[in-house]
């Protein structure tokens, strides 16, 4: 008995390991290929502030995000120097790590064969080692899912603050489960710390708290205290360093930075509601490929009806009608308030997915293959992992090329280091006019070089030219989305046109961007 256990366990722990080396092969394609997102590269350029010791506090910066990771990759750029790859190394570590934590989840939510009062899942026989392996698989599922989920491996070698945010409270998830309030409060603040999202996993401490374990020793102020003061105390004190760093920087509290830069949180009108919903569900697809996500969704009626009947009022059943109403909630909340339409904003619900669809497959694999109870057959639980592994490899594989339009960027910035490497060759203090690029030149170009010089429309920067132009060689670039035509013919009215002097190309050989010389128009 003692050697079957300890062979399970090995099996265990061997398989979670395979799966996260396989995470973090599938995230390493997306690493390369892609230049810093507008966001990315704006949150970049805080940290290279940071990490230049220019501007620790990012003073006069209007910062509109919590602090943690621009200070972590700050730090990531004091150890590998100024990189993309050094500024998507903590989000890629993160993404990785989030697989384990959303196994113990799993784990924590799935009762051990002993304690089932109604074996649930795949038709195997009933033994001891069967009922430890249809165990195993469930506790698995949502780890595979994870860890081959083309979304994840998108957003894991990104800048974005979300897959930070994602694993510390996934982490904060864990501790819950194991009794842990202190930990538990104090992971849920370094989640706040990272996005103002990460608020959003509290609901499911709910789901997760387990009164086992609750012996803590540290983040508690006594024993004595209930779980909820030692959750509650343990989030402020996170959530106060965060707003002392806020008021130290002065200016404007970055919560209200970002409500502006939203354009105001507002109920969306009537006008909005297809579009925005049809966005949103466009998404979807990329959590698990649609051979995983349609049998999915098959299968969530069927574990819904088996909880609200035979299983009702069990802690399993509590729990999946807790996360379907969550998941609903959640794409109800980002559809009818007037949240951007981003991508990113669903990263948070991949894992809360991943922990339901963990349980339906089962459910409807068992449904559909009820003939092997009849002939006496077993189905070994590796087979269903390995029928989800054949199902959804294929798509984290098309992800790992960055074969999809999510996640960062996907080639519009592709030649952005030619641009900057132009632009610097120029004498320092030449007037570059730029209206698209400032977060990506803030970046790729950085400080001490040419004069970029925003303007807001044609007419403006027509007047500029009128006034200050003498002489002097000046520039302005165009992404290839953006046509020069409405330019040329407001500068032609103050003597001046354009002339290209330098294209670059994408990733498929179209134009990218265009640095064009302003010139006086001969007459």
């Known amino acids: 008995m003692l050697a079957h256990l300890k062979s399970t366990f090995n099996m265990r722990h061997s398989t979670i390991i395979f ?214 105390t343990s989030f402020v004190v996170i959530a106060t360093c965060v707003l002392l760093w806020d008021r130290a920087r002065g200016g404007l509290p970055f919560w209200v930075q970002q409500t502006i830069n939203y354009g105001g949180i507002r109920v969306i009108y009537a006008s909005e509601l297809g579009p925005r919903l049809t966005g949103w569900l466009n998404f979807l697809p990329y959590f698990f490929g649609p051979i995983v996500g349609a049998l999915g969704l098959i299968g969530l009626p069927i574990l819904l009806q088996r909880d609200l009947t035979r299983d009702a009022r069990t802690r399993a059943a509590w729990v999946d009608l807790w996360l379907f109403t969550y998941s609903i909630g959640f794409l109800a909340l980002h559809w009818l308030l007037a949240f951007p339409v981003w991508d990113r904003y669903l990263l948070i619900l991949v894992p809360v997915v991943a922990l339901l669809f963990g349980r339906s497959l089962p459910v409807l694999l068992s449904s559909c293959l009820l003939v092997f109870k009849s002939l006496h057959l077993s189905f070994p639980p590796s087979l269903l992992l390995s029928i989800i592994t054949l199902a959804i490899l294929p798509f984290g594989v098309v992800a790992s090329r960055s074969g999809y339009p999510i996640g960062g960027d996907h080639g519009a910035n592709d030649g952005i280091e030619r641009v900057a490497d132009y632009l610097k060759a120029l004498p320092p203090g030449t007037v570059v006019y730029d209206h698209w690029l400032a977060w990506e030149l803030g970046y790729y170009l950085g400080d001490g070089f040419v004069y970029l010089a925003y303007f807001d429309t044609p007419a403006a920067l027509a007047d500029d030219l009128r006034v200050f132009a003498k002489d002097d060689a000046r520039y302005v670039i165009f992404p290839a989305r953006e046509a020069p035509d409405k330019v040329i013919d407001a500068i032609e009215q103050v003597g001046y046109t354009l002339t290209p002097v330098v294209t670059t190309q994408n990733r498929f050989g179209q134009t990218s961007f265009t640095i064009y010389q302003i010139v006086k128009r001969d007459t």
């Not at 469930?138 to 994870?146: D, G, K, M």
């Open 19 to 232: 799966i996260c080396l396989i995470a973090f092969a599938l995230r390493l394609g997306p690493l390369f290929d892609n230049r810093f997102h507008p966001d990315e590269a704006l949150f970049s350029t805080w940290a290279l502030k940071i990490a230049r010791g220019e501007n620790l506090l990012l003073a006069g910066v209007p910062v509109d995000k919590p602090p943690l990771l621009i200070y972590l990759t700050a730090l990531s750029y004091f150890i590998f120097g100024q990189s993309e790859l050094a500024a998507r190394v903590p989000n890629l570590i993160a993404s990785v790590i989030s697989v384990p934590l959303l196994y113990q989840l799993a784990r924590s939510l799935t009762p051990r064969p002993s304690s089932r009062s109604t074996p649930v899942g795949l038709p195997i026989q009933k033994n001891a080692e069967s009922g430890e392996g249809e165990w195993y698989a469930e506790s698995v599922i949502p780890a595979l899912l994870l860890a081959l989920s083309p979304f994840a491996i998108l957003f894991a070698p990104t800048a974005f603050l979300d897959p930070l945010m994602v694993m510390f409270g996934l982490a904060s998830l864990v501790a819950a489960s194991r009794g842990r309030a202190g930990w538990a409060g104090m992971l849920l603040g370094l989640s706040f710390a990272t996005k103002v999202q990460g608020l959003f996993f509290l609901p499911l401490i709910l789901v997760f708290w387990s009164r086992q374990g609750n012996k803590e020793t540290r983040l508690s102020v006594s024993p004595s205290l209930h779980p909820s003061i030692r959750f509650a």
